[in-house]
């Protein structure tokens, strides 16, 4: 079968002919991908940052880990599934004391063994959550971006009647913009440099206090919207650091910053006015597991406003011609379909 990989600890990714993985016991099924969403981590991935040098000492692997397909076995045989990408080892404490939440010593599908970026995909059982009837592949294949979105605001706390940053345009972004809105936030402003592409997919979901930060910083981009008033919340999903240390100049005393994005390199912060400001900085990363079925849910509700988000969906083999539109930001969320478009 064909399966995207990343073959080698340097900038890059390969399409090749690799068997067809099987089982390795009764715990585990295989699944037949139906479609595979190009993640923000997939495009570090490709360009090798220094925060995924952890995945050297298992490549090669095939990427990929936002996905829907159709169990072989187990309980969901036949009906299609998300598969949450996150396995854990069911060997350490936690997972021996069923919280399976806080285990020490978990792998990825997509990272540190082979993900959906093929036909076909290993996986243990307890990872596939049923989609529900109404919700379409290409709809479905949101749910982990989703459920990281719910995740910060979960983070952030009480939202409702608050004003709202949200620092970069992705899907993480857009769902966090989606999700603030529905809790009642009383403004929602989003951020993005050079973004035109993924702006009109924001505003075709109802956001029209969108600004761009190419030429100016994020203080004076924002200050339209923001009326002399500071920011009550600010979720980062950047993946730039620096916007972090603007983010704080544009937060409210008692504030606070929502870390989503997964950097590159390290960041150089002045404590100082953060401390007499008593602002707060709290980052954000993975949702418990009983958040899948309710990211699903949440996307059976709001399906018709979701699903701007969406806007490539290519065969596998123009997986490279995918990655190029998601790195230039020509596109929204790139699907890739590893049986074709016409299956």
């Known amino acids: ?34 479609v595979a969403g190009i993640c923000g981590s997939d495009l570090h991935v490709d360009e090798w940052h220094a925060s995924y040098e952890f995945m050297a000492p298992g490549l090669p692997v095939t990427i990929g880990h936002e996905f829907v397909g159709v169990p072989q076995s187990g309980p969901f045989a036949g009906r299609r599934v998300v598969v949450r990408p996150s396995v854990t080892c069911g060997a350490c404490a936690a997972c021996r004391a069923g919280d399976f939440d806080a285990c020490t010593q978990r792998s990825g599908i997509g990272m540190t063994r082979d993900g959906a970026f093929a036909q076909w995909v290993r996986v243990p059982l307890r990872n596939c959550v ?18 990281i979105a719910m995740q910060a605001l979960r983070s952030a706390g009480e939202v409702r009647g608050r004003r709202v940053l949200v620092m970069g345009p992705g899907t993480i972004g857009q769902g966090i913009a989606l999700l603030a809105r529905r809790a009642g936030a009383s403004q ?22 969108l600004a761009d930060v190419a030429t100016r910083s994020l203080a004076d981009a924002t200050a339209l919207y923001r009326d002399g008033a500071m920011f009550d919340i600010v979720f980062e999903a950047t993946g730039v650091p620096e916007t972090i ?32 400001k008593q602002q707060q900085l709290r980052g954000s990363f993975r949702p418990p597991e009983s958040a899948w079925p309710e990211a699903l849910a949440l996307i059976d509700e709001m399906k018709d406003c979701i699903g701007p988000m969406i806007s490539h969906v290519l065969p596998l083999d123009e997986a490279q011609q995918g990655f190029s539109l998601a790195h230039r930001k020509a596109a929204s969320k790139v699907l890739l379909r590893p049986w074709g478009l016409y299956e």
């Not at 592949?137 to 749910?143: H, M, N, P, V, Y």
């Not at 929602?188 to 206090?209: I, P």
């Not at 983010?247 to 007499?276: F, K, Y």
Request: charged content about 25%; proline content about 5%; cysteine-free.
């Open 188 to 209: 929602v402003v989003v951020t993005g440099r050079d973004d035109a592409a993924r702006f009109e997919v924001l505003a075709r979901m109802g956001f029209d206090a």
């Open 1 to 34: 079968m064909q399966a995207l990989r990343k073959t080698r600890a340097a900038v890059g990714l390969e399409l090749v002919d690799i068997p067809t993985p099987v089982p390795v016991s009764d715990e585990e099924t295989l699944v037949r991908v139906r």
């Open 245 to 276: 240390t603007q983010a704080l100049e544009v937060l409210r005393h008692n504030g606070a910053v929502i870390v989503t994005g997964i950097h590159a390199r390290a960041l150089r912060l002045d404590l100082t006015g953060m401390v007499r």
């Open 130 to 147: 049923k989609v529900p009837d109404g919700v379409s592949d290409e709809l479905a294949s949101l749910a982990e971006p989703l459920s």
